[in-house]
């Protein structure tokens, strides 16, 4: 029985040991309190309950890190390019701290590993990713305080893993990209959002053209739900223009 609980004890602090270690080697530094970024792991769909009511998951823990990477990004981009307006800052912003962006970002650093969750599909991963990144920067900012969740954001995530000029070059305003094309093509474009009756904080988008449902999007505004599903619609708009195209090459 000793023998037991002894193995049972060392197995609970290596356990603890690795999941430092691994920390250590995402952000470049060994926490402090560990307790933050255990929480900040925790996907909803698999929450806790302490004996006093406080829920175990990392949705707090997101909301203040959105915050503080907003912050972070705010700053870099308006220090980065003195001479642009508040438009193009914002429109920045937005394209670097996408859930899309952020969710790669999460596995480009191995945060994925060690996340805990019971959401299987791709598209239900992609939030998850998203929101454990906003998260982890929420665990950091309260362990380490601002400046150094800014090194890290800056120096640790950013210089490795986002290109400012390919960013700067991209255009991710998908439904603006899907009504030009249906104006050139003369084809009836109808996007239709309601709230997620499965989860009242999101809202579901469909995109029909033509009164065919082409795309679907989900997010936490109107406006990111919208923009999936317009992207969504464009995927399967290519192929078929793709095919459209070969065919008038045939003899």
């Not at 006093?52 to 959105?66: H, P």
Request: aromatic residues 12%.
């Amino acid at each position: 029985m000793l023998k037991f609980i002894t193995n049972i004890i060392e197995l609970h602090f290596s356990q603890k040991k690795e999941f430092y270690n691994s920390i250590k080697e995402i952000t470049g530094f060994y926490p402090r309190k560990t307790g933050y970024y255990e929480l900040a792991l925790i996907h909803k769909s698999v929450s806790g309950i302490e004996p006093d009511g406080t829920v175990l998951n990392n949705e707090r823990l997101e909301y203040l890190g959105d915050a503080i990477l907003d912050a972070i990004v705010g700053d870099f981009l308006y220090h980065k390019f003195p001479k642009e307006h508040e438009g193009f800052l914002t429109q920045m912003r937005s394209k670097i701290v996408n859930g899309e962006n952020l969710a790669e970002l999460a596995k480009k650093i191995g945060l994925h590993r060690l996340i805990k969750s019971q959401l299987g599909n791709s598209t239900g991963k992609t939030k998850v990713y998203e929101d454990a990144f906003e998260a982890f920067i929420g665990a950091i900012y309260l362990d380490v305080g601002f400046e150094k969740t800014k090194n890290f954001v800056l120096k640790k995530v950013f210089k490795n893993f986002v290109d400012i000029k390919e960013i700067r070059n991209t255009d991710t305003n998908y439904k603006s990209q899907l009504i030009e094309w249906g104006q050139k093509h003369k084809r009836e474009i109808l996007f239709t959002t309601d709230i997620d009756p499965k989860n009242s904080k999101y809202f579901l988008s469909h995109v029909d053209i033509d009164k065919e449902r082409y795309g679907n999007g989900y997010g936490p505004s109107k406006k990111i739900a919208e923009q999936n599903a317009a992207k969504n619609s464009l995927l399967k708009i290519q192929p078929e223009e793709k095919k459209e195209e070969d065919n008038d090459y045939k003899f």
